[in-house]
């Protein structure tokens, strides 16, 4: 079993930037596709950002490119997503995701093992 606690999110003016962090424990996220979702009010959850096991790729939602970055530390077993140039269309509840055992990284919600409890993220227009 992987438990996943997110934390990092807040309130912040449009422009603003934030780094959500995703902490592990139970497993090693060593051998785990990693992701960030997000859900606003109403919403379904989308694709954000995910990394490859090793970290040799990552991919992102077309709204956020040249925004968003994930990154992750092995070492620490923590995930990280940085977001900058924050707009009012990326609040929402961010969750973090494991995916075991995946040789390409997956974008539905379905593909992924373990959630965290999420973390709320507001952007002030």
């Known amino acids: 079993q992987v438990q996943l606690v997110e934390s990092g999110g807040g309130l912040v003016q449009a422009g603003g930037s934030l780094r959500l962090s995703c902490a592990a424990s139970?497993?090693?996220?060593?051998?785990?596709?990693m992701a960030w979702f997000r859900q606003a009010p109403g919403k379904e959850r989308e694709f954000v950002a995910a990394?490859?096991?090793?970290?040799?790729?990552?991919d992102y939602r077309d709204s956020v490119k040249e925004r968003f970055t994930i990154s992750r530390d092995n070492n620490k077993n923590t995930v990280y997503l940085h977001m900058n140039s924050l707009k009012f269309e990326d609040t929402g509840v961010y969750y973090c995701?494991?995916?075991?055992?995946?040789?390409?990284?997956?974008?539905?919600?379905?593909?992924?093992?373990?959630w965290g409890q999420g973390t709320q993220v507001t952007v002030s227009s």
């Open positions: 139970g497993r090693s996220l060593s051998s785990y596709n």
């Open positions: 990394v490859k096991w090793s970290g040799s790729s990552t």
């Open positions: 995701a494991a995916e075991r055992g995946a040789y390409g990284l997956s974008y539905v919600p379905t593909a992924y093992d373990y």
